[in-house]
């Protein structure tokens, strides 16, 4: 079913779904995910959402962990606008229902890494679940919204796929695969959000979900638009060592409430000999101490001890941990949890302006697949669902104000599969996309090398090639789609990495240990 709406949302996490509740009561608005929609991040968020809320907390406060955490590549100005948003976001969030924790009459406040105060607004360790369902039930229950999962958005439909060819570079939907049936659909509307989320499975390990193949990122990038910081990739430091379940994560807030990290050999307690402070430090500089403990004992982890903490106190703050644990025969409230860092959060990605505007007219993006200026090279925790929600209403915003300066959409061509033939080799898919994996987490992750960098860099090239054979002469299929953008991400990653010759953040190079004096961001120009 093809479709003609006011705004098309490519993405139904937190950023889309809440550009749609924002622009519904006055427009036509429709929603395409990739699979069910609550398959993206947002669901899997666990520790919460920043805030500032604590007695003797500031706005300011917050924006100083900011911009401490993200090394000062972050863009002041757009870190003030999202900080102080949070609250009156909350607020809505509490209005459509989200039952967040309560101390007395007050809003219960963990903590984590980066955060000097108490800041984090949460649902147990299952934020994220609560947050989609209430945003899901209310878009499924009004009249404007149509919702329309497992939809695979191919590229963007643009001026050039116009009846009348134009090379303004105005974006009027995107084509989509129905997953059900193969057939690739034209969804068109006067303006386009991309809030398709971020890119996390271009590693090997990842805490994020099997469908953060950097779409979004990538359609963005072959329509035109700048894509930056993408060498900026986060990696948690605490993702569950398990055989079997690979990207379970444990949330930072158990070491916001006293959790150890702890070296398995010797028992030693490590953080506090690399930074003042220990296990709350930013993130890359705890995933790269436990990285270096383990490649310099041979290690397989290290483990995450709350075990100290009385046992109630612990299933009553973490029950969802709790419960996945003890059915892996691990006690959380006796035994320390063996850890790992994996790939959590894509920094980089869609240049956007304060309204979520790209660089394509008619073309706006929020969210993980954006670079709005919010995180600099480092997220702060809990940063991530606050820019989508800010950014979901800045997009809706401008759409509105703008509505009648937006051209009515033209005819557009609809896809042509003339030329291509069902395939015969899906193992080409399958072989790349775990190549691709592979590589990308040992020469483009927690530690850096030019010449790992170069090695990746010429592996894509080759895959590349591979790809757009493949797709040249193939239907396309969601699987196709996805790794065709997989390697486009890669290559952005990789291209940027070699470009930054510092050390700043979640980028760092053996061979430029330094950090130079003026943080700049890497733009990639198509
Ligand atoms: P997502 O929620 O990822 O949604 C992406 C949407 O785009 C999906 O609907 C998907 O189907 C759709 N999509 C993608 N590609 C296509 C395509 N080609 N065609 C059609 N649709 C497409 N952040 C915090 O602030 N606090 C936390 O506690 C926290 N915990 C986290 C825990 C985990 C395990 C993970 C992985 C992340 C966590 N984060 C947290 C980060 C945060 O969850 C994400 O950054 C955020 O949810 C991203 O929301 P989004 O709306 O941008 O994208
Ligand atoms: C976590 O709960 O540790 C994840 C928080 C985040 O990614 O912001």
């Not at 102080?84 to 989200?98: H, N, Q, S, T």
């Not at 007395?104 to 955060?115: K, P, Q």
């Not at 994020?208 to 990538?218: E, H, K, S, V």
């Not at 759409?399 to 069902?422: C, F, G, N």
């Amino acid at each position: 079913m093809s479709s003609t709406s006011d705004v098309l949302i490519v993405g139904s996490g937190a950023a889309g779904l809440t550009a749609a509740l924002t622009l519904a009561d006055r427009f036509r608005v429709t929603v395409l995910a990739k699979g069910a929609l609550n398959e993206g991040s947002t669901a899997w968020a666990q520790g919460g959402i920043a805030a500032v809320l604590e007695p003797g907390d500031t706005f300011a406060n917050h924006v100083e962990d900011t911009m401490v955490a993200g090394a000062g590549l972050n863009d002041r100005d757009v870190v003030e606008f999202v900080i102080g948003g949070a609250p009156a976001a909350i607020e809505r969030l509490v209005r459509l229902g989200v039952p967040f924790e309560t101390d007395g009459n007050a809003l219960h406040l963990t903590r984590e890494g980066g955060h000097s105060h108490r800041r984090i607004v949460h649902v147990a360790d299952a934020t994220g679940w609560a947050v989609q369902e209430a945003l899901q039930r209310a878009a499924e229950a009004h009249p404007n919204i149509t919702l329309l999962p497992d939809r695979v958005a191919i590229d963007l439909a643009t001026s050039r796929h116009e009846e009348r060819y134009s090379g303004a570079g105005t974006v009027w939907g995107v084509y989509a695969v129905e997953r059900t049936l193969g057939h690739v659909e034209l969804h068109t509307a006067r303006a386009t959000i991309m809030a398709t989320g971020g890119a996390g499975r271009t590693y090997l390990f990842s805490t994020a979900p099997r469908g953060a193949t950097g779409d979004g990122i990538a359609m963005a990038w072959r329509g035109g638009c700048r894509i930056a910081n993408m060498e900026m990739m986060q990696f948690h430091p605490t993702c569950l060592y398990d055989l079997d379940v690979k990207n379970f994560l444990i949330t930072e807030a158990v070491r916001g409430e006293g959790g150890r990290l702890v070296n398995p050999r010797t028992g030693h307690r490590f953080m506090p000999d690399i930074d003042p402070r220990a296990e709350l430090a930013p993130r890359d500089v705890v995933a790269r101490a436990i990285d270096a403990e383990i490649k310099r004992d041979g290690l397989d982890y290290v483990h995450l001890d709350i075990s100290h903490m009385p046992a109630a106190f612990v299933r009553g703050h973490f029950p969802n941990i709790h419960e996945k644990l003890l059915g892996l025969g691990i006690d959380m409230t006796r035994q320390p949890i063996p850890v790992v860092p994996a790939q959590h959060y894509t920094c980089g990605g869609i240049v956007v302006d304060r309204d979520g505007r790209t660089d394509l007219p008619g073309l706006y993006a929020a969210g993980e697949c954006t670079e709005s200026g919010l995180h600099g090279a480092n997220r702060l925790a809990s940063n991530s669902l606050l820019e989508c929600f800010v950014f979901g209403e800045a997009c809706a915003t401008d759409i509105a104000a703008r509505w009648d300066t937006l051209p009515p959409v033209p005819a557009i061509r609809p896809w042509d599969e003339s030329r291509v033939t069902d395939s015969d080799e899906e193992v080409v898919i399958k072989q790349n996309w775990t190549e691709i994996r592979r590589f990308m987490w040992n020469y483009v992750g927690i530690v850096r090398t030019t010449k790992r960098l170069q090695r990746a860099a010429s592996r894509i090239r080759l895959l590349q090639e591979e790809v757009a054979d493949y797709y040249g002469h193939f239907r396309v299929t969601p699987d196709l789609i996805e790794l065709r953008n997989l390697i486009q991400t890669a290559e952005l990653i990789v291209r940027s990495a070699l470009q930054r010759h510092e050390s700043r953040g979640l980028h760092y190079v053996l061979d430029w240990p330094g950090t130079l004096p003026d943080a700049v961001d890497t733009v990639l120009v198509p």
